[in-house]
T-cell receptor, first 117, second 119 residues
Framework: AAGVIQSPRHLIKEKRETATLKCYPIPRHDTVYWYQQGPGQDPQFLISFYEKMQSDKGSIPDRFSAQQFSDYHSELNMSSLELGDSALYFC????????????????FGDGTRLSIL | AQKVTQAQTEISVVEKEDVTLDCVYETRDTTYYLFWYKQPPSGELVFLIRRNSFDEQNEISGRYSWNFQKSTSSFNFTITASQVVDSAVYFCALSQYGNSGGSNYKLTFGKGTLLTVNP
């Protein structure tokens, strides 16, 4: 079965650079979530999109922005990168049923490991 | 606000032992989802189970079983006859249920329990 695809798998950047992470949800999934997991930490919710509109926002820095495109893939754009941005970034997707309830568990991609030097 | 507590930071067992990972949650919602995920050393998050708050029936899947007790706000996970391949960090998570405004099903994770199964 198709899974959530994230690219790149690994990314090395220097401070003050920019980075773009991509997420391709499971086919027919309409909701995308981004999470950040620091070393030894639990995943923290950043932002989510439903039908290309932002549906919720968590602890996402103002230096980060994200969007969901017409083909439902999503991109997380990160600017002015800091050492503390080094983390594993996960994307997850799910699908809502006709009642508006999400009847799918959130399936996660393998993550993008971002290292800031 | 939602909160998930996994009091056990690390557990170490010998292969074939049974082990229970504890999860206690807090939420003001009357309906919600509970999840367990496994994160092996390779880093991916592997979905194990989702349970909605309506269903307090325990579930068994092979060597895995889950005990949901709404009265104590707990959703514990037991691995029977543990194996070395079970070594991983296990996360318990909580999300809302139902269409609440823009509806958000973001997951709130516990801090995780590192399970080490020794041969």
């Amino acid at each position: 079965a198709a899974g959530v695809i994230q690219s790149p798998r690994h990314l090395i950047k220097e401070k003050r650079e920019t980075a773009t992470l991509k997420c391709y949800p499971i086919p027919r999934h309409d909701t995308v979530y981004w999470y950040q997991q620091g070393p030894g930490q639990d995943p923290q919710f950043l932002i989510s999109f439903y039908e290309k509109m932002q549906s919720d926002k968590g602890s996402i820095p103002d230096r980060f922005s994200a969007q969901q495109f017409s083909d439902y893939h999503s991109e997380l754009n990160m600017s002015s990168l800091e050492l503390g941005d080094s983390a594993l970034y996960f994307c997850a997707s799910s699908r809502r049923d006709k009642t508006g309830d999400s009847n799918q568990p959130q399936h996660f991609g393998d993550g993008t490991r971002l290292s800031i030097l | 606000a939602q909160k998930v507590t996994q009091a056990q930071t690390e557990i170490s067992v010998v292969e074939k032992e049974d082990v229970t990972l504890d999860c206690v949650y807090e939420t003001r919602d009357t309906t919600y989802y509970l999840f367990w995920y496994k994160q092996p050393p390779s880093g991916e998050l592997v979905f194990l189970i989702r349970r909605n708050s309506f269903d307090e029936q325990n579930e068994i899947s092979g060597r895995y079983s889950w005990n949901f007790q709404k009265s104590t706000s707990s959703f514990n996970f037991t691995i029977t006859a543990s194996q070395v391949v079970d070594s991983a960090v296990y996360f318990c998570a909580l999300s809302q249920y139902g269409n609440s405004g823009g509806s958000n099903y973001k997951l709130t994770f516990g801090k995780g329990t590192l399970l080490t199964v020794n041969p």
